[in-house]
């Protein structure tokens, strides 16, 4: 059984810095592209960061382009999203997720749909 286990997360100011990992277990993700999504209360769940299976290409959604780096450990099966001079519009349940029907990223790597495997979620929130 495949599991995402997420940690990370948590309370700060505007301005600060998270990290965000997630390890997968149960299967080997190393070919496969892996994302960020997030969801604030009321709205759905955004595209926020994608890696391909070799780490050497990614894509950000705009709103975190310059401010957030995502990259994996295919040896630790994990990924992780480093978050910098965050802002309040930045709270919200963050989400790693696996496309294991990609390994390069592919025109869906933003659509939560090309995704079947999720982490559990963590709350991140950006006090002003």
């Known amino acids: 059984q495949v599991h995402l286990v997420q940690s990370g997360g948590g309370l700060v100011q505007a301005g600060g810095s998270l990290r965000l990992s997630c390890e997968a277990s149960?299967?080997?993700?190393?070919?496969?592209?892996m994302g960020w999504f997030r969801q604030a209360p009321g709205k759905a769940r955004m595209f926020v960061a994608a890696?391909?299976?070799?780490?050497?290409?990614?894509y950000y959604a705009d709103s975190v382009k310059g401010r957030f780096t995502i990259s994996r450990d295919n040896a630790k099966n994990s990924v992780s999203l480093q978050m910098a001079s965050l802002r309040p519009e930045d709270t919200a349940v963050y989400y790693c997720a696996v496309d294991s029907g990609h390994g390069e990223l592919h025109w869906t790597a933003a659509m939560a749909g090309s995704y079947e495997y999720w982490g559990q979620g963590t709350q991140v929130t950006v006090s002003s």
């Open positions: 149960g299967r080997t993700f190393s070919s496969c592209t």
């Open positions: 890696i391909a299976w070799s780490g050497g290409t990614t």
